[in-house]
């Protein structure tokens, strides 16, 4: 053969899958002349298997698959493809299909949620004493005078659940409320269980979301104005 149809190669496993011609140079010596030899070798394409494969074990909004063979990670989209209805949620399938150097198919079991916590449960909102709120206001008003500084936020989420709160606390008398966008630059306050004390004597709106073990974000909710007055009665005689 042509030796142009050659190529030499240091590391034979950097071969894709196909059949091969290798040509074995000897060179000549003192005692021996130089001579050629030939053979033909397939390299086979690698089956997968539910042990190369890992979804991860918490909730994600998409499967985070990984594969991996012989302590290489492969790569998507050269090595494997994969599939799963996009529209489930909860124990969704995932199918692997290998490509390249990669044949067959594995399913693995991913654990899916895209849908946000919700305020819209019975007890859910912000609470404190017999009051509740569960969304953003436009406008709020201060006729809430309470001694209670006990502060409860309380989500709804049915299929990963809720794994933190985050709460701020605007200490203000103006009566319209703080934007979405406004929130945004705001630093709010990382609570596990959504369960916080205010300062005594203050007047404020609380803002709050939650966020659901996949990392979805509820939109914001917040209170009427509230005034938590500690301070008894001054009486002069």
Same mark, same amino acid.
């Given at each position: 053969?042509?030796?142009?149809?050659?190529? #030499?190669?240091?590391?034979?496993?950097?071969?894709?899958?196909?059949?091969?011609?290798?040509?074995?140079?000897?060179?000549?010596?003192?005692?021996?002349?130089?001579? /050629?030899?030939?053979?033909?070798?397939?390299?086979?394409?690698?089956?997968?298997?539910?042990?190369?494969?890992?979804?991860?074990?918490?909730?994600?909004?998409?499967?985070?698959?990984?594969?991996?063979?012989?302590?290489?990670?492969? /790569?998507?989209?050269?090595?494997?493809?994969?599939?799963?209805?996009?529209?489930?949620?909860?124990?969704?399938?995932?199918?692997?299909?290998?490509?390249?150097?990669?044949?067959?198919?594995?399913?693995? /079991?991913? *654990?899916? @949620?895209?849908?946000?916590?919700?305020?819209? +449960? @019975? $007890?859910?909102?912000?609470?404190?004493?017999?009051?509740?709120?569960? %969304?953003?206001?436009?406008?709020?008003?201060?006729?809430?005078?309470? *001694?209670?500084?006990?502060?409860?936020?309380? #989500?709804?989420?049915? =299929?990963? +659940?809720?794994?933190?709160?985050?709460?701020?606390? $605007?200490?203000?008398?103006? %009566?319209?409320?703080?934007?979405?966008?406004?929130?945004?630059? *705001?630093?709010? =306050?990382?609570?596990?269980?959504?369960?916080?004390?205010?300062?005594?004597?203050?007047? &404020?709106?609380?803002?709050?979301?939650?966020?659901?073990?996949?990392?979805?974000?509820?939109?914001?909710? &917040?209170?009427?104005?509230?005034?938590?007055?500690?301070?008894?009665?001054?009486?002069?005689?």
């Amino acid at each position: 053969a042509d030796d142009s149809a050659y190529a #030499a190669v240091a590391d034979l496993s950097t071969l894709s899958a196909g059949r091969y011609s290798v040509r074995v140079v000897y060179p000549s010596t003192d005692d021996y002349s130089m001579a /050629t030899d030939e053979a033909v070798f397939i390299v086979q394409q690698r089956p997968l298997d539910t042990s190369m494969i890992s979804a991860g074990t918490g909730y994600s909004k998409s499967p985070a698959v990984t594969v991996s063979c012989s302590g290489k990670t492969l /790569t998507e989209g050269t090595d494997y493809t994969v599939s799963y209805d996009s529209t489930a949620e909860g124990d969704v399938p995932v199918t692997v299909e290998g490509m390249g150097n990669y044949t067959g198919t594995a399913s693995v /079991t991913a *654990k899916i @949620d895209r849908t946000s916590p919700s305020f819209d +449960g @019975d $007890d859910c909102g912000i609470s404190f004493a017999d009051n509740q709120w569960k %969304q953003l206001l436009s406008q709020v008003t201060f006729g809430f005078f309470t *001694k209670t500084k006990d502060i409860t936020v309380k #989500a709804a989420d049915s =299929i990963s +659940g809720i794994d933190k709160y985050f709460y701020y606390i $605007d200490k203000t008398s103006e %009566q319209t409320a703080l934007s979405t966008s406004q929130l945004e630059t *705001k630093s709010f =306050i990382e609570d596990g269980d959504g369960k916080f004390t205010l300062d005594p004597d203050v007047q &404020c709106v609380i803002y709050a979301y939650a966020v659901d073990r996949a990392g979805n974000r509820s939109g914001y909710i &917040c209170s009427q104005g509230v005034t938590v007055d500690n301070t008894a009665p001054l009486l002069t005689v």
